[in-house]
């Protein structure tokens, strides 16, 4: 069985042989490719990794800042928003203010307007009733003047007239009052 193993071995592998003399070669060129990395390159390999991870750190710093800064930027920007809001809420305030004062204005101009016109009317109405209880005096004494005449059957002269219609004037506003 054993020797089944190896021929079955031999026939699949081939090209696999396991020879000192290629392991102890491999062995040594690893060695002096190592030697010559760590003597020749690895300073500037390792010169170039540090020079790559400054320039990472320091691209993650300005990253970093310019988010602190963005975030900065945001705070100054909600806060002149938050204080353009309050000032336009105060403008709003302010002309609704103006605007009910300019009501209460506007009420009490058409207030004493109205007050005016009624005083006004009144006057006029009272000029009127005046002017009509003149008219009615002087037709009453011009009527009473010439029934007295028919009357007294004498003409009165003009003095005695006007005391008549005096006297006449005088008795009737205190009669109406």
Not at 1 to 23: G, K, R
Not at 51 to 74: F, L, P, S, Y
Not at 84 to 108: G, L, M, P, T
């Amino acid at each position: 069985m054993f020797n089944l193993l190896a021929e079955s071995t031999q026939t699949y592998l081939p090209f696999v042989d396991i020879n000192p003399d290629t392991i102890v070669f491999t062995l040594i060129n690893t060695l002096i490719i190592f030697l010559l990395y760590r003597f020749l390159l690895h300073n500037k390999v390792m010169a170039v990794m540090d020079k790559r991870r400054e320039t990472i750190n320091a691209e993650m710093d300005a990253a970093e800042a310019a988010k602190q800064e963005a975030e900065q930027v945001k705070a100054e920007y909600t806060e002149k928003l938050e204080q353009s809001n309050a000032q336009a809420e105060q403008i709003v305030a302010a002309a609704v203010k103006k605007a009910s004062d300019r009501e209460a204005e506007i009420i009490a101009e058409a207030n004493q307007a109205a007050a005016r016109m009624k005083q006004q009317a009144q006057e006029s109405i009272e000029l009127e009733k005046r002017r009509a209880l003149n008219e009615v005096k002087d037709q009453i004494s011009e009527v009473v003047v010439l029934a007295a005449s028919k009357v007294c059957e004498k003409e009165i002269s003009e003095e005695d007239n006007a005391r008549l219609i005096d006297s006449f004037i005088v008795n009737v506003g205190k009669s109406e009052e």
